[in-house]
């Protein structure tokens, strides 16, 4: 049994969620004219690149797979560079199509890959992570990193659609399912209030992944991120506000190295900083600050920023972010839980605040769970 969410928007897609769904969600999202395909797949799932390319020969389509470095290493344009040359050696035409098969990296590169041959071929995301399930293969957001920011190369792609099998959570290394806990966590901070609720309750059902709770709460991320995008496809509104804890997060990741501490990591260390500031401007209340950290914390993130990082550096890394408008800094906040804006509009010295607070001590006072 499966679901179906459809994405509107200029390039309508569909979401496809279930278990053990097998090679056929794949096959018949492919063009109707198609007849080559490439599947670009992390390293450590060969096998099932194999399986798939071996399933597709046998219905008549010419497959083949290559793949790349894992997690952030693989989201530079050398490997993009390879990868184009492997199209050119396929003739990959504008009706075949390229299939992503793994984590939130692969599906961004991937999908660059895809957006830039050829001006567009058709894409399939397939991520196997939560964060790469909830997040990035959805929406049509893909990129690669440049030593002055993450993702700051990039393309607004919608793909043909996305295959979730939840299945293949099972061998997710309890780190990486974290990591895909903040972005999961995030849609109830900026839009949904009832699921912050929901996810206080299911947490220990979600860590210890319990077919059921994982797929509700994939689920209703996918549908609260499709209604976004089909608000505001290119991110010229409302779809900021799916960035909450991104700005300070991607300060961490460029700060310490892409693929140090793992985008879901940063993200989470970078919404308690989001909540902290909403604080200081009085739209949150303590009581909703300390509720958003720990639920954080009790997903198994961090929500301390790494002690070594001033002040100065984040405002660094933040000055080139993709929010920045006209010179200035715009960050997403929260006018209480469920609720997120983007604005720029807020004193210095309240961000100069936000950067300098002891947060350790912070989480220290909240005591154990």
């Known amino acids: 049994m499966s679901t179906t969410i459809e994405v509107t928007g200029v390039q309508p897609s569909t979401i496809t969620v279930g278990r053990d769904l097998g090679f056929d969600p794949i096959v018949a999202a492919l063009d109707s004219a198609a007849t080559?395909?490439?599947?670009?797949?992390?390293?450590?799932?060969?096998?099932?690149?194999?399986?798939?390319?071996?399933?597709?020969?046998?219905?008549?389509?010419?497959?083949?797979?290559?793949?790349?470095?894992?997690?952030?290493a693989g989201k530079a344009i050398d490997v993009v560079a390879g990868l184009w040359d492997t199209c050119g050696r396929l003739q990959l035409g504008r009706k075949d199509a390229i299939i992503a098969m793994g984590g939130g990296a692969t599906t961004d590169m991937a999908g660059f890959v895809a957006a830039t041959w050829l001006r567009g071929v058709s894409l399939i995301n397939v991520p196997t992570t939560l964060l790469g399930m909830v997040d990035a293969a959805v929406g049509g957001k893909t990129g690669i990193?440049?030593?002055?920011?993450?993702?700051?190369?990039?393309?607004?792609?919608?793909?043909?659609?996305?295959?979730?099998?939840?299945?293949?959570?099972?061998?997710?290394p309890s780190r990486e399912l974290s990591a895909g806990l903040?972005?999961?966590?995030?849609?109830?901070?900026?839009?949904?209030?009832?699921?912050?609720?929901?996810?206080?309750?299911?947490?220990?059902a979600l860590l210890a992944l319990e077919p059921t709770v994982v797929t509700e709460a994939i689920e209703r991320s996918?549908?609260?991120?499709?209604?976004?995008?089909?608000?505001?496809?290119?991110?010229?509104?409302?779809?900021?506000t799916l960035n909450l804890g991104h700005t300070f997060g991607h300060a961490i990741e460029t700060q310490q190295g892409y693929g140090v501490w793992l985008h879901g990591e940063a993200v989470g260390a970078g919404t308690v900083m989001a909540l902290e500031m909403s604080h200081r401007l009085g739209w949150?209340?303590?009581a909703e600050r300390d509720r958003g950290i720990r639920l954080l914390r009790r997903a198994g993130l961090p929500v301390v920023p790494p002690a070594e990082m001033t002040a100065e550096d984040f405002m660094e890394h933040m000055a080139v972010d993709k929010k920045v408008l006209d010179g200035r800094l715009r960050l997403v906040l929260l006018q209480g839980l469920g609720n997120a804006v983007v604005t720029g509009d807020f004193p210095r010295e309240i961000l100069d605040a936000t950067l300098r607070t002891d947060y350790r001590a912070l989480a220290d006072q909240l005591g154990d769970e």
């Open 36 to 72: 080559k395909v490439l599947i670009v797949h992390a390293r450590p799932l060969a096998s099932r690149a194999q399986a798939l390319a071996e399933h597709l020969r046998s219905l008549g389509y010419e497959a083949a797979t290559a793949d790349h470095p894992d997690a952030e």
């Open 145 to 172: 990193n440049h030593p002055l920011g993450k993702n700051m190369i990039g393309a607004f792609y919608q793909p043909q659609a996305v295959v979730i099998d939840t299945a293949s959570l099972k061998t997710l």
């Open 182 to 204: 903040a972005e999961v966590i995030k849609y109830g901070f900026i839009c949904d209030e009832p699921f912050i609720t929901w996810l206080e309750a299911h947490m220990d």
């Open 222 to 240: 996918c549908a609260a991120k499709a209604r976004v995008v089909g608000a505001d496809e290119r991110e010229s509104g409302v779809r900021a």
């Open 284 to 286: 949150l209340s303590a």
